[in-house]
């Protein structure tokens, strides 16, 4: 964690492996074209989404002090989204699903801090701080919603990843970063786009992950609400786009009901969307994501759980029914008539009650993995967990007992007891042994010679989930990509031209305005920069406002700059702007 970073009442609870995924705003990287870039967009989102989007949008602007005239800085904006019980950090472009959705279950608010260019103006393949700032933030600020969020990540940091997922996103953040770089050439951006397509054809069933995904994309990110005859926009990436917050609402694109259907409709982030869903209120999207919630391994544990964290080839946990955590990469599972009865990790593994690391069991004493029998004792009705002291000592469990232990499915453990270890319920969770071997058939599972051997108790798997019980066992959940976000080279020609969205900003801010700063800077721009359309259209805002006569001048200047059908229709949208 560098120490330039500013933690607030919110920041400050969240855990270390989350630290290395923040940056520091780099404010001063903003250009004026950036800040003009950012004022326009706002201003024309300010004045259509009022009429078009929920009505905690514009609400939440003011709520959550996000200016239409300049990009925030995330500390100002922390000051008043505590106020919400919210904060925001800053991180470069996209970051692992599983930690962003886990910032989200900590009320924290990811925004990437770049700046869309003058060429994204109206829709950015990238994340960047329109799109987070100006699309999520207004939103959080009604309470049904942030509890959703909210909520949201909570599951969401817990569903499993398959072993594609991470190249999924890894392919898609390369992709949009350079598509965003105005400096990238055609032939790496269709590499890119090749790459992910070929992934996305070859994915397989969807993941837990994947599903949850879809479902975020459809609400938090592109979601309608209301009626499917008149619905209104809360999604962020629909209230950051120009363009597609206004084709959203023709009929071109598809309605449909919002349901638990839309987590096996998947989407490509670099492509406006055919289709989107329309939940009638917030409390829908809520009821929606439990019953996913009740279809996740979280809920559900048994043999098909644990499968999944082994496919996924991550760091999971298995909870037991004794409320025993096992955190570690999975490697092996036995099943026996369709239940698990023995399971196995590989690596450092780490043993936890309630997310709290048991002492004496973390990575380090379990640096080789960890292997142990689940469910009942053959012929025995009662299971370990359940046994009173009485119990134990006559089926032979109690501390220098040389004792020989057959469970249901073949799994054997002979060995001298040491000791066990209960909860706070009085519930044994753990049984240690010397001298121990461990075998199924004609396999040996546990050699004596490899130390001692603790054996988990519990009679089934309760929970499997993504990530560790304790977020202090493992501080390197959650790698950052290796891929970062291409600063951009100006040439000194940008500079110049950025000098000159400089001077015009100062006139307005400072009020200083005068018919000839503006025919001075008109010209300069018309001689020097013929093609830039967005600093005229600022000039004509000025000219208007002033009423000065130059006005109609530069309006003739935006007819003959509208011929580029690239920035038509923003050039007219502009002016329209203007004149109201």
């Given at each position: 964690?560098?120490?330039?970073?500013?933690?607030?009442?919110?920041?400050?609870?969240?855990?270390?492996?989350?630290?290395?995924?923040?940056?520091?705003?780099?404010?001063?990287?903003?250009?004026?074209?950036?800040?003009?870039?950012?004022?326009?967009?706002?201003?024309?989102?300010?004045?259509?989404?009022?009429?078009?989007?929920?009505?905690?949008?514009?609400?939440?602007?003011?709520?959550?002090?996000?200016?239409?005239?300049?990009?925030?800085?995330?500390?100002?904006?922390?000051?008043?989204?505590?106020?919400?019980?919210?904060?925001?950090?800053?991180?470069?472009?996209?970051?692992?699903?599983?930690?962003?959705?886990?910032?989200?279950?900590?009320?924290?608010?990811?925004?990437?801090?770049?700046?869309?260019?003058?060429?994204?103006?109206?829709?950015?393949?990238?994340?960047?701080?329109?799109?987070?700032?100006?699309?999520?933030?207004?939103?959080?600020?009604?309470?049904?919603?942030?509890?959703?969020?909210?909520?949201?990540?909570?599951?969401?940091?817990?569903?499993?990843?398959?072993?594609?997922?991470?190249?999924?996103?890894?392919?898609?953040?390369?992709?949009?970063?350079?598509?965003?770089?105005?400096?990238s050439y055609k032939e790496e951006i269709e590499a890119a786009q090749n790459a992910?397509?070929?992934?996305?054809?070859?994915?397989?069933?969807?993941?837990?992950?994947?599903?949850?995904?879809?479902?975020?994309?459809?609400?938090?990110?592109?979601?309608?609400?209301?009626?499917?005859?008149?619905?209104?926009?809360?999604?962020?990436?629909?209230?950051?786009?120009?363009?597609?917050?206004?084709?959203?609402?023709?009929?071109?694109?598809?309605?449909?009901?919002?349901?638990?259907?839309?987590?096996?409709?998947?989407?490509?982030?670099?492509k406006p969307q055919p289709q989107l869903f329309v939940t009638p209120n917030f409390a829908k999207l809520s009821l929606v994501l439990e019953q996913f919630a009740n279809?996740?391994?979280?809920?559900?544990?048994?043999?098909?759980?644990?499968?999944?964290?082994?496919?996924?080839?991550?760091?999971?946990?298995?909870?037991?029914?004794?409320?025993?955590?096992?955190?570690?990469?999975?490697?092996?599972?036995?099943?026996?008539?369709?239940?698990?009865?023995?399971?196995?990790?590989?690596?450092?593994?780490?043993?936890?009650?309630?997310?709290?690391?048991?002492?004496?069991?973390?990575?380090?004493?379990?640096?080789?993995?960890?292997?142990?029998?689940?469910?009942?004792?053959?012929?025995?009705?009662?299971?370990?967990?359940?046994?009173?002291?009485?119990?134990?000592?006559?089926?032979?469990?109690?501390?220098?007992?040389?004792?020989?232990?057959?469970?249901?499915?073949?799994?054997?453990?002979?060995?001298?007891?040491?000791?066990?270890?209960?909860?706070?319920?009085?519930?044994?969770?753990?049984?240690?042994?010397?001298?121990?071997?461990?075998?199924?058939?004609?396999?040996?599972?546990?050699?004596?010679?490899?130390?001692?051997?603790?054996?988990?108790?519990?009679?089934?798997?309760?929970?499997?989930?993504?990530?560790?019980?304790?977020?202090?066992?493992?501080?390197?959940?959650?790698?950052?990509?290796?891929?970062?976000?291409?600063?951009?080279?100006?040439?000194?020609?940008?500079?110049?031209?950025?000098?000159?969205?400089?001077?015009?900003?100062?006139?307005?801010?400072?009020?200083?305005?005068?018919?000839?700063?503006?025919?001075?800077?008109?010209?300069?721009?018309?001689?020097?920069?013929?093609?830039?359309?967005?600093?005229?259209?600022?000039?004509?805002?000025?000219?208007?406002?002033?009423?000065?006569?130059?006005?109609?001048?530069?309006?003739?200047?935006?007819?003959?700059?509208?011929?580029?059908?690239?920035?038509?229709?923003?050039?007219?949208?502009?002016?329209?702007?203007?004149?109201?």
């Amino acid at each position: 964690m560098e120490n330039h970073l500013e933690l607030n009442e919110v920041t400050k609870k969240l855990p270390k492996h989350l630290h290395k995924f923040m940056v520091k705003q780099p404010y001063e990287e903003y250009t004026s074209q950036n800040q003009a870039v950012w004022r326009y967009v706002m201003r024309l989102n300010v004045d259509y989404l009022k009429r078009v989007a929920h009505k905690s949008y514009s609400k939440g602007l003011k709520k959550t002090g996000i200016s239409v005239d300049s990009i925030p800085y995330m500390e100002g904006m922390n000051r008043i989204l505590k106020e919400i019980g919210w904060a925001a950090v800053s991180v470069d472009g996209f970051i692992p699903p599983n930690a962003f959705m886990e910032f989200q279950a900590y009320n924290v608010l990811v925004i990437a801090s770049d700046m869309r260019t003058i060429n994204h103006i109206e829709y950015t393949p990238a994340p960047d701080i329109i799109h987070e700032a100006a699309g999520h933030a207004p939103i959080i600020a009604n309470p049904e919603y942030a509890e959703y969020l909210r909520r949201f990540g909570e599951i969401g940091s817990k569903a499993i990843s398959s072993s594609k997922d991470y190249e999924m996103y890894e392919a898609i953040r390369l992709l949009s970063i350079l598509k965003e770089n105005p400096s990238s050439y055609k032939e790496e951006i269709e590499a890119a786009q090749n790459a992910v397509e070929e992934l996305q054809n070859t994915m397989g069933e969807l993941s837990e992950m994947a599903q949850i995904r879809n479902l975020h994309w459809w609400t938090v990110e592109y979601g309608l609400i209301g009626t499917l005859d008149e619905p209104k926009i809360y999604g962020a990436g629909l209230l950051s786009s120009i363009g597609e917050s206004a084709w959203c609402l023709t009929d071109e694109v598809k309605k449909i009901p919002y349901s638990l259907e839309a987590a096996n409709v998947s989407f490509d982030i670099t492509k406006p969307q055919p289709q989107l869903f329309v939940t009638p209120n917030f409390a829908k999207l809520s009821l929606v994501l439990e019953q996913f919630a009740n279809t996740m391994a979280l809920r559900k544990g048994g043999l098909s759980g644990v499968n999944k964290l082994i496919n996924s080839k991550n760091l999971g946990t298995v909870e037991l029914s004794t409320g025993l955590q096992i955190s570690g990469r999975f490697s092996n599972v036995i099943a026996f008539e369709n239940k698990p009865i023995y399971i196995q990790t590989i690596g450092k593994t780490a043993l936890s009650n309630r997310d709290k690391e048991l002492i004496g069991h973390g990575i380090e004493y379990h640096a080789e993995g960890f292997g142990s029998p689940i469910g009942k004792l053959k012929g025995i009705n009662i299971p370990i967990e359940n046994m009173s002291p009485r119990d134990l000592e006559a089926y032979g469990i109690y501390e220098g007992k040389q004792t020989t232990l057959e469970f249901e499915g073949g799994i054997k453990v002979v060995g001298k007891v040491i000791t066990g270890t209960r909860d706070l319920r009085g519930k044994i969770q753990l049984i240690s042994f010397k001298d121990c071997t461990v075998t199924y058939q004609n396999t040996v599972l546990f050699d004596p010679s490899w130390g001692i051997y603790d054996m988990a108790v519990g009679k089934e798997i309760v929970s499997a989930y993504a990530g560790p019980a304790s977020v202090l066992s493992f501080l390197d959940v959650n790698k950052v990509s290796e891929i970062k976000t291409h600063k951009i080279n100006y040439s000194n020609s940008d500079k110049e031209l950025y000098a000159l969205y400089q001077k015009v900003r100062d006139f307005r801010e400072q009020n200083n305005i005068s018919e000839e700063y503006i025919e001075e800077v008109f010209g300069e721009l018309t001689n020097k920069f013929p093609n830039d359309w967005l600093l005229v259209l600022e000039l004509y805002e000025l000219s208007v406002k002033n009423d000065f006569s130059i006005q109609k001048r530069i309006l003739k200047k935006l007819e003959e700059l509208k011929c580029n059908k690239s920035y038509r229709t923003l050039i007219e949208k502009g002016i329209v702007l203007c004149k109201n």
